[in-house]
């Protein structure tokens, strides 16, 4: 009797100690930590561009404010040229409605011409000129974004002169790490609008945000593997008739890619936008000099920024052209001046397509 009252307390006791029912939580299955989340930032260059294929300058900057509010993009960065501002044809009134819509204004220098070709003190000159233009526009940030992102090519002593004078302005380097060559999509879409060639609006809409979302994808892997981390990034878009049209649909884009939009000043409080990489030719973006510099192996330049490639798929796609009719006039011209790396060709499409 004593033994079965013992073990009836023992019992007792194992109750209290495991949970209702007696059962003991399984231990939690170890799986991979969901990745990390990849930030950017939207900045438009070349602000004010003339009109383009499809929209009047007013229309184009009144479809873009909306589309970015309706998109939620708060605050996004418009690079100015101050030099392109006339007296009396309304820009000015443009440029300041996207401060009223709470986006932030900087320098693309006053006359936007490359430092490729000009020399450091005129060049720091036109900044200056930009940048006493600017100071008294509401939503004015300070900091400055090459032409071209051409910052001297090879002449390191042009570059350093000018970085030190940017310093000395108080001026931050507004680098992007994201680039897709909008500029180039938009350019052939305005030849073939004014030839009067009939465009595939769904396939360039398509081609646009493709372009945009898989550049966005390139650079942040080629980051991952230059700095262990998906930083804050910029990507580079410029005042187009395409990125009114398309601009909601590619931040869609980005969101359904696991991108969360963030403004302009979040982005450039990531340090690495005060790093300065040093490689042999400083031509191009922030993502691709870091990789140069700690001796990524390449590709470390999304393919369709070379002119020839995405020439040939405009005209296939959109103008539904063969392949072997590649590019428009000056493609060819376009690659080597925008190649950023001495060792990069230009692929000859045409042989491939022959």
């Not at 023992?10 to 939580?25: E, F, T, Y």
């Not at 930030?39 to 260059?45: G, P, Q, R």
């Not at 060639?197 to 966005?216: F, G, N, R, W």
């Not at 790396?341 to 491939?352: I, V, Y």
Request: hydrophobic letters at 45%.
């Amino acid at each position: 009797m004593i033994a079965l009252r013992a073990l009836l307390t023992l019992v007792a006791l194992v109750g209290v100690m495991l949970p209702i029912g007696g059962a003991v939580d399984a231990p939690r299955s170890i799986g991979k930590a969901p990745p990390p989340q990849k930030t950017i930032a939207l900045s438009f260059d070349d602000i004010p561009r003339a009109p383009g294929a499809f929209y009047s300058r007013e229309e184009r900057t009144e479809r873009l404010i909306a589309a970015l509010r309706a998109s939620g993009v708060t605050q996004a960065a418009f690079f100015v040229n101050p030099g392109r501002v006339g007296a009396k044809d309304g820009s000015l009134g443009l440029i300041e409605a996207y401060a009223a819509a709470g986006h932030v204004l900087a320098d693309h220098s006053f006359s936007h011409r490359s430092l490729a070709v000009v020399p450091a003190a005129a060049f720091l000159a036109d900044i200056d000129e930009a940048e006493a233009w600017l100071k008294h526009q509401p939503g004015y940030r300070p900091w400055f974004r090459f032409p071209g992102l051409n910052q001297g090519g090879a002449d390191r002593a042009k570059r350093r002169a000018v970085l030190d004078g940017l310093k000395a302005r108080g001026l931050l380097v507004g680098a992007v790490t994201i680039d897709g060559s909008d500029w180039y999509i938009e350019r052939l879409t305005l030849e073939a609008a004014r030839a009067g060639k009939p465009i595939d609006e769904d396939a360039l809409h398509d081609l646009y945000i493709e372009t945009m979302v898989q550049s966005a994808e390139f650079s942040d892997r080629l980051m991952r593997k230059t700095i262990g981390r998906s930083p804050a990034h910029m990507m580079l878009l410029h005042e187009t008739d395409l990125a009114a049209r398309y601009i909601g649909d590619l931040v869609e884009a980005l969101r359904n890619n696991g991108w969360r939009i963030v403004t302009a000043d979040t982005a450039y409080r990531d340090p690495i936008y005060h790093s300065e990489p040093n490689v042999p030719t400083s031509n191009g973006t922030l993502s691709e000099a870091m990789a140069w510099a700690k001796g990524i192996p390449g590709p470390r330049w999304y393919d369709r920024n070379d002119a020839r490639i995405a020439g040939a798929l405009f005209n296939e796609r959109v103008m539904h052209q063969p392949p072997a009719v590649a590019a428009f006039g000056g493609a060819r011209r376009e690659c080597r001046t925008r190649r950023r790396e001495p060792h990069r060709t230009c692929p000859d499409l045409t042989a491939k397509a022959a």
